[in-house]
T-cell receptor
Framework: GENVEQHPSTLSVQEGDSAVIKCTYSDSASNYFPWYKQELGKRPQLIIDIRSNVGEKKDQRIAVTLNKTAKHFSLHITETQPEDSAVYFCAAPGGSQGNLIFGKGTKLSVKP | ETGVTQSPTHLIKTRGQQVTLRCSSQSGHNTVSWYQQALGQGPQFIFQYYREEENGRGNFPPRFSGLQFPNYSSELNVNALELDDSALYLC?????????????FGEGSRLTVL
């Protein structure tokens, strides 16, 4: 079945630095790749997503890149701020209808 | 616009008991998905309901069951609770069935099984 692997599991950066989180997926038919942010004790919230017909998408300080050949996609956060500290999850469609498979998450800590 | 609400927020059960968790979807959304999130893990898909019918199911045993009502709210029922069922149960609503659109999550119901 579909598998999504996410790295690193923890990431610590200084405020103002960039952060990159990478995910790989196994199903070459996957066509939708969202990223969710979950602050401590809060609900996951979508921050950006990309569909398979484009290679990159940007939204202010956040960008996602997709390499369909290598079956991996990455989240890039530039000029990090303390409020970016959270757990970030990547996801990809699973085998069954409605199924979204999430990675295990990356805990990002931004130090002031 | 009302967001996704879940109840109860916390509950404690003992092994073998049954539990019902409830979810009200965001207004205008006709699809509800349920996820189990163990501590330190990503959400894991349980099932999805679209227009009152189960639309897809993850790798969970039959003792996990659900319902969706005409107003698109939903229930998750778990029978014969096991210790490993301890987790945060997240409900997410969306517009339309499938897995290629934004999920709007509730705050979750944290279940502890003793």
């Amino acid at each position: 079945g579909e598998n999504v692997e996410q790295h690193p599991s923890t990431l610590s950066v200084q405020e103002g630095d960039s952060a990159v989180i990478k995910c790989t997926y196994s199903d070459s038919a996957s066509n939708y790749f969202p990223w969710y942010k979950q602050e401590l004790g809060k609900r996951p919230q979508l921050i950006i997503d990309i569909r398979s017909n484009v290679g990159e998408k940007k939204d202010q300080r956040i960008a996602v890149t997709l390499n369909k050949t290598a079956k991996h996609f990455s989240l890039h956060i530039t000029e990090t701020q303390p409020e970016d500290s959270a757990v970030y999850f990547c996801a990809a469609p699973g085998g069954s209808q409605g199924n979204l498979i999430f990675g295990k998450g990356t805990k990002l800590s931004v130090k002031p | 616009e009302t967001g996704v609400t879940q109840s109860p927020t916390h509950l404690i059960k003992t092994r073998g008991q049954q539990v019902t968790l409830r979810c009200s979807s965001q207004s205008g959304h006709n699809t509800v998905s349920w996820y189990q999130q163990a501590l330190g893990q990503g959400p894991q898909f349980i099932f999805q309901y679209y227009r009152e019918e189960e639309n897809g199911r993850g790798n969970f045993p039959p003792r996990f069951s659900g319902l969706q009502f005409p107003n698109y709210s939903s229930e998750l029922n778990v029978n014969a609770l096991e210790l490993d069922d301890s987790a945060l149960y997240l409900c997410a609503s969306s517009l339309g069935q499938g897995n290629t659109g934004e999920l709007f999550f509730g705050e979750g119901s944290r279940l502890t099984v003793l």
